[in-house]
């Protein structure tokens, strides 16, 4: 279905901060701040931080850097619900007031034991309805010293229904609807409660999340239709399956965002990959975040669960490679090379490598590791040499050494000039490339031989020819 909004367009990001950001939560949030941006709306980071035992400073660390190098920019928040307390409180108190909650005094064995009771008799546990008020109804006498939970008074009949954007209609009857507690006995909010607090104060429009959430969305719809407050537009996304097929694990898949910067992705390729793992534009495979943006209007989003594929991400992430300004490259595998002792003094400058060798990888590490050979000492390996600077060779490659001295230092003068030996030799290219590369770069696999020598450039390609002629 179409969502053109008839109100301003809100979204938020909501994740729980008890991990780092991951690939379904980063595409989430992709999805979120796309469609704000299409509709020319507001996007809102709302971190779900009421779980104390599970939330850390350091995961609400993680998602926000997470974001950033997604480039993911929120225009409003982070809001954290802990610094919210107060207001939740002051809605349950007005809820109660309103007779829309109630407090219950049911001990937990309680509840327990009834919930035990209907799972006996073949029914949905569920609470009973004790403490729930009711015209006529003479309710219990209150248990000494006991501080009582306050339940949502869920419509006993009736359902909700709402047009999910991605998944359709969604009905689900009040009947499997518990009265839900939204405050425990220390008066602190609980999970779904909280939510739609949120979403009523930030006046969220839209909500997309994972679909682990649809069974949450008609208690939040009844807990906002109860305090008043108009009801956003909702689309659950299917998950991200693993390339097996499976749940996504951390064993086996990089689940974590940051992962991929370290392992030589670029932001760009994993947008354009989480973009289309859910969503289409026509059959579009590669599409830049203003094109996302000005597509993405809520439809067109898949009702299947997405496989990851790492071979689609890593054509991707050629693909932006090959795009990326070589300054950029340079500045993101240097540190790599370093530490792998890599030498940049006096060698030729790294963005002109790179942009030698970066049509055939998939990340920049591997970028990084093929660049490494114009940055190392070339130690040839012996028995190499011995095969490939034959006696029959090497007259050839001392006319080519004494040449390199007045030759112009450009690709097209040097693969002149080697055609020129190979002839005035009777030898064949690879019978000169081989052992030149092995003597100037220590290996047989290097891009072109004529962009090599040119890049190494004339003195250290004299310099290492003199140690072996
Ligand atoms: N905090 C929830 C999560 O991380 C998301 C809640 C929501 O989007 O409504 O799964």
């Known amino acids: 279905m179409t969502t053109a909004p008839a109100k301003p367009v809100r979204t938020r990001f909501a994740p729980s901060p008890t991990g780092y950001l991951h690939l379904g939560g980063a595409r989430t949030a992709l999805y979120s701040w796309a469609y704000a941006r299409h509709f020319g709306g507001t996007f809102v980071l709302r971190i779900e931080d009421t779980d104390l035992e599970r939330s850390t400073p350091e995961a609400v660390q993680a998602i926000i850097e997470g974001m950033e190098w997604l480039g993911l920019s929120h225009d409003e928040g982070p809001f954290y619900q802990m610094q919210r307390m107060d207001r939740y409180r002051e809605v349950v108190a007005q809820m109660l007031e309103a ?6 005094y049911s001990s937990p064995e309680e509840v327990e034991a009834m919930r035990e009771r ?24 209150i248990p000494e010293g006991r ?19 991605v998944k359709g209609t969604i009905t689900i009857g009040n009947k499997e609807l518990d009265d839900l507690v939204i405050a425990r006995p220390d008066g602190t909010p609980t999970y779904n409660f909280c939510v739609a607090v949120d979403d009523w104060d930030m006046q969220i429009s839209h909500v997309l999340r994972g679909d682990d959430h649809v069974n949450n969305t008609p208690r939040q719809i009844n807990i906002l239709r109860a305090i008043g407050a108009p009801l956003p537009l909702y689309g659950h996304l299917p998950m991200i399956l693993g390339a097996d097929g499976q749940k996504m694990s951390k064993r086996k898949d990089a689940v974590n965002v940051m992962d991929y910067p370290a392992q030589g992705y670029l932001p760009e390729a994993i947008l354009n990959y989480l973009a289309r ?14 094109q996302v943006c000005s597509w993405f209007d809520g439809t067109h989003l898949s009702n299947s669960a997405a496989q990851f594929n ?19 490259l340079a500045a993101l595998a240097q540190p790599r090379m370093l530490a792998a002792g890599a030498v940049f003094d ?12 970066k049509e055939r990888v998939n990340t920049v590490n591997e970028l990084a590791d093929a660049a490494m050979l114009f940055y190392r000492a070339p130690q040839p390996d012996a028995a190499l040499m011995a095969q490939h600077l034959t006696d029959a060779v090497k007259p050839a490659l001392a006319q080519f050494a004494e040449r390199c001295a007045t030759v112009e230092w450009t690709k097209e003068a040097l693969a002149a000039m080697i055609k020129e030996v190979l002839a005035a030799n009777g030898l064949k290219m690879p019978q000169m490339a081989m052992p030149l590369r092995l003597i100037v770069t220590g290996q047989l696999q290097t891009p072109a031989i004529d962009a090599v020598l040119q890049i190494f450039g004339r003195e250290a390609i004299v310099a290492r020819l003199a140690k072996f002629l």
């Open 346 to 357: 006096g060698a030729p400058a790294l963005p002109a490598v790179l942009a030698l060798m």
């Open 310 to 328: 790492i071979e689609k991400l890593n054509w991707l992430n050629n693909h932006y490679i090959k795009q990326a300004d070589n300054e950029r």
């Open 99 to 104: 007779g829309t909650a109630y407090h219950c």
């Open 118 to 141: 209907m799972r006996e008799a073949g029914e949905k546990p569920r609470y009973d309805g004790t403490w729930r008020p009711e015209p006529g109804k003479t309710l219990p006498a």
């Open 147 to 165: 501080k009582p939970v306050v339940r949502f008074k869920n419509p006993l009949d009736g359902e909700v229904t709402w047009d999910d954007f």
């Open 277 to 290: 793992l859910g969503w289409s534009h026509g059959d579009d495979e590669v599409f830049s975040m203003e």
